[in-house]
Each structure stands twice: as structure tokens, then as C-alpha cells.
């Protein structure tokens, strides 16, 4: 049983590990400072970057700097993130260049609606966008950018209704026998969710009827090589999102589960639609990254894709890279769909991994080597995480992690001060980028 041991702190015990912290860190400064991680990384396959929170203007930049390096570099295939599908898909096209695709990043991240908005829709993204937009130019394999996430019921409906009634008028029914039966609940899926707990009648055979409706039927648009594989990826977002609704309103667990295996999921089809040889970046937070064995998510029966990954894709070589921060500000909301706000992140907690990391106050490179490291360093401690949902003054209530770090990850990037990402929705509207974009990605 994993628990947090941060209630008593013995100071020698704490120098020693700063130190030995101190020893095997490296400088993180520059975009050259990632050799070292190059080099772990070496001929895997799979890269996944985490984050401490969804709104940390550092750990975006850093995960741009090394995804673009490991795309130009290593010739990886893609990037899937922790976003919906359909809103990720737009991005694609853009990024590779297809017809109709929009004028510029800007444009086409900011109609990302769902919220929380900020996650996608910000600067540090659209520099990362415009630069894979670059790259893509007269290359014959451009890399792709997707969503692995599973929110976006009725976003995929519309997607997959379009798409059938362009290219296969004869199977729209299926897909209106789907939209008919969700239709009653307003494009509220936790309207949907409580309903399927009142009474046994769902709409999971209609959503599975569709999917096997596209598996059969998937064609591909005119100019457009992944409009089929599209089409049938919404399908199953719609067939996956209805069974994580029911999932919600049972158990924590089991809907956690449903949406890290979409997650997993999705990334084995983008790996089979590029090709065995395909290489994958995945961004998302810490709890989804970091293997989720080595944290209290376990006991609760929670897994996760980092975990999964290091499962199931083993033999193509596994990255796990964690990242955390000391203090700062942070994008947040107060509660689900509030307002976003700009909040203070304050210090790490005594006795956590923020605070041993802070001892030596520099930004700096973790590559975790389980054979050197002392038996201290391998002992549980909390490790802060910071979802969408914020409440900066509880924090020493919650938002920390029990984690083995270094079998958590394989590697940690740790910025001691953090400051808040960069939205584009934001009133009033800034139209010119911020201070210092695109941060020397």
C-alpha cells in the first residue's frame, strides 16, 4: 500500500536526497539541454510527456521542444494529446497542409469550445501548430496531430452524419438511429448518464451498430487520405464516450478505466493506420502518463495508458517523462465550467518530490538509472498534480500524488517557478501573441 510519508520530515534524511539529486541532474535551459533525454530515449517508439497541471505555460514549451526535436530528429509519426478528437483532427489537416484546412493555427484553435477551452486553445500550442505546419511543407510523410480523449459525444455524432451523408447516403440511417436515441437528452451526457441509471434502457446497441456501420462502410474523401480512418474513429468515440457516461455515475474507477483504455486504444489504431514502424508522442497529464502502479491510483483499482504502455508496446520501447514545479501561477477554474483564472501555485508541500527537487533552486533534467539510485530516492513521497478544477488554498488538503518517482517515470523535467499559460479566449480578446512567443521552440 502506497502512502504519502510527508507528516514527519527528518532534515538530514532531506539534504542527502537534495544532494543526491544534485549528482544526477542535468541543466535545463536550452532546447540542447534535452540531448541527455535524446538520448534515453534513443530507438523507442513511444514518447509520453505528462504534466503537472493543464494550464502551466512551462511544461507546454518543453513538451514542444522535445516533440519537435524527436519529429525532425528521430522521425516520429504523430502527436496525441489529451483532447477531443474532432477539435485535434481540425488541427491535423491544418498541420498537414490539406485543402481547406484554414489560414493559420490562431483560426483554427480558437473554435476549440469545450471547456476547459484554455487546454488547447492557447499561444504555447500555436507555436508548437505553426511550427509542425512548417515542417510538414513538400515532406511526402507529414506528421499528424489527434486527440486520444473520449468526451466528445456529440461532436463525433455530427462529424460521422457529415461524413455519411457526403459519401454514403444509404448508411445514414444508422447514424440518425444513434443521434434519435441520444436526441432527448440536449447534448447534456450527464443528463444521458443518470437516466441509464433510473431505468436499464441505453443506447449502447445503436453506438455499436454505428461503429460496425463505418468499420464495413469507411471511405475516403477526395483529396483526403484519413478522412475514412476519421469517420470510423468518431464512430468509436461515440460507441467508447456512451459507455464512460453510464461509467460515471457508478464509480470513480471504472470510468477513469474506460477513458485510459480509449486513450490506449486510440493510440494502437493511430500506430496501425501509420504503419508498424510507427513512432507516437502522447501529451497528457501525470496521472495518465506516469504509470499508474507505482502511485495510490492503483489500490483504487485505476490504471492508466503510461502504465498500459509500458504493457502492452514494451518491445518497441517505452518513454514515461514526468514534470513538476515548485511554485508559480497556473490557468485554472474554481469549479467545472467556471470562469478560467489566473491562480497562485504556492509552495510544494514539506517532504514532497517539489520540495527535495527545490533544494537545489535551478531548473534541471531528472534521467532516472534504478541501479544508482538510493534506497531513499525509491521510497513514496507526494507529488503535486493540478487538474482543470483548482482551489490553490486546500491545497494541502489534496493534489498530492503518492508516487515512487523514478518508477513512476523514466525521466522528470522539474521548473522550479512556473508562471500561467496563455489563452486565446480572454476578454477582451488579445489578437497579438504574448511576450516572447514562440519561446525559441
Known amino acids: 500500500m502506497l502512502r504519502d510519508r510527508?507528516?514527519?520530515?527528518?532534515?538530514?534524511?532531506?539534504?542527502?536526497l537534495g544532494e543526491e539529486v544534485r549528482q544526477i541532474a542535468h541543466s535545463l535551459q536550452t532546447r540542447e539541454d534535452l540531448g541527455p533525454l535524446m538520448e534515453r530515449i534513443g530507438d523507442a517508439h513511444f514518447v509520453l510527456l505528462g504534466e503537472a497541471s493543464h494550464g502551466t505555460s512551462e511544461y507546454y514549451q518543453w513538451r514542444a521542444r522535445l516533440s519537435a526535436r524527436l519529429i525532425a530528429e528521430k522521425g516520429f509519426n504523430f502527436v496525441a494529446v489529451e483532447g477531443d478528437w474532432p477539435d485535434c483532427y481540425r488541427v491535423n489537416r491544418y498541420v498537414k497542409g490539406y485543402k481547406d484546412a484554414g489560414d493559420n493555427a490562431r483560426d483554427v484553435l480558437h473554435a476549440f469550445k469545450r471547456w476547459p477551452t484554455w487546454m488547447w486553445a492557447n499561444w504555447e500550442i500555436i507555436a508548437f501548430v505553426e511550427w509542425m505546419h512548417t515542417f510538414n511543407q513538400n515532406k511526402p510523410n507529414k506528421a499528424g496531430f489527434y486527440g486520444l480523449d473520449v468526451y466528445s459525444l456529440w461532436e463525433?455524432?455530427?462529424?460521422?452524419?457529415?461524413?455519411?451523408?457526403?459519401?454514403?447516403p444509404q448508411a445514414v440511417q444508422t447514424a440518425l438511429q444513434a443521434y434519435q436515441c441520444f436526441e432527448p437528452y440536449a447534448e447534456d451526457p450527464q443528463s444521458y448518464a443518470w437516466s441509464t441509471r433510473m431505468v436499464p434502457e441505453t443506447c449502447e446497441d445503436e453506438v455499436i451498430?454505428?461503429?460496425?456501420?463505418?468499420?464495413?462502410?469507411?471511405?475516403?474523401?477526395?483529396?483526403?487520405?484519413?478522412?475514412?480512418?476519421?469517420a470510423e474513429q468518431n464512430a468509436l468515440v461515440?460507441?467508447?464516450?456512451?459507455?464512460?457516461?453510464?461509467?460515471?455515475?457508478?464509480?470513480?474507477?471504472?470510468?477513469?478505466n474506460v477513458r485510459d483504455l480509449h486513450m490506449m486504444e486510440t493510440l494502437d489504431r493511430l500506430v496501425d493506420f501509420h504503419g508498424t514502424n510507427a513512432k507516437g508522442i502522447v501529451w497528457a497529464h501525470n496521472t495518465h502518463i506516469g504509470d499508474a502502479r507505482y502511485t495510490d491510483m492503483a489500490r483504487a483499482g485505476m490504471l492508466n495508458i503510461g502504465q498500459?504502455?509500458?504493457?502492452?508496446?514494451?518491445?518497441?520501447?517505452?518513454?514515461?517523462v514526468g514534470f513538476g514545479s515548485h511554485h508559480g501561477t497556473v490557468i485554472a477554474g474554481k469549479s467545472w465550467g467556471a470562469p478560467m483564472e489566473k491562480m497562485?501555485?504556492?509552495?510544494?508541500?514539506?517532504?514532497?518530490?517539489?520540495?527535495?527537487?527545490?533544494?537545489?533552486?535551478?531548473?534541471?533534467?531528472?534521467?532516472?538509472?534504478?541501479?544508482?539510485?538510493?534506497?531513499?530516492?525509491?521510497?513514496?513521497?507526494g507529488h503535486r498534480a493540478i487538474g482543470v478544477v483548482y482551489h490553490p488554498d486546500f491545497e494541502s488538503q489534496g493534489n498530492y500524488v503518492p508516487t515512487v518517482l523514478p518508477k513512476r517515470y523514466d525521466a522528470f523535467l522539474y521548473i522550479d517557478e512556473t508562471q500561467a499559460l496563455h489563452p486565446l479566449h480572454v476578454e477582451p480578446e488579445e489578437i497579438y501573441p504574448p511576450d516572447l512567443y514562440p519561446w525559441g521552440l
Open 238 to 256: 461515440i460507441k467508447n464516450a456512451e459507455h464512460y457516461y453510464r461509467a460515471m455515475v457508478r464509480t470513480d474507477s471504472g470510468s477513469w
Open 308 to 320: 498500459l504502455a509500458r504493457e502492452q508496446l514494451h518491445d518497441d520501447g517505452v518513454v514515461l
Open 156 to 168: 463525433s455524432m455530427a462529424a460521422v452524419i457529415k461524413y455519411l451523408e457526403n459519401k454514403d
Open 344 to 381: 497562485k501555485v504556492p509552495e510544494g508541500r514539506p517532504g514532497s518530490w517539489e520540495d527535495v527537487l527545490h533544494q537545489t533552486n535551478r531548473d534541471q533534467l531528472l534521467i532516472f538509472d534504478q541501479a544508482t539510485l538510493s534506497d531513499e530516492f525509491q521510497k513514496v513521497r
Open 6 to 16: 510527508a507528516g514527519s520530515i527528518d532534515e538530514s534524511k532531506m539534504e542527502r
Open 209 to 230: 451498430d454505428l461503429l460496425l456501420e463505418m468499420q464495413q462502410r469507411s471511405i475516403r474523401y477526395d483529396g483526403d487520405p484519413e478522412a475514412g480512418f476519421n
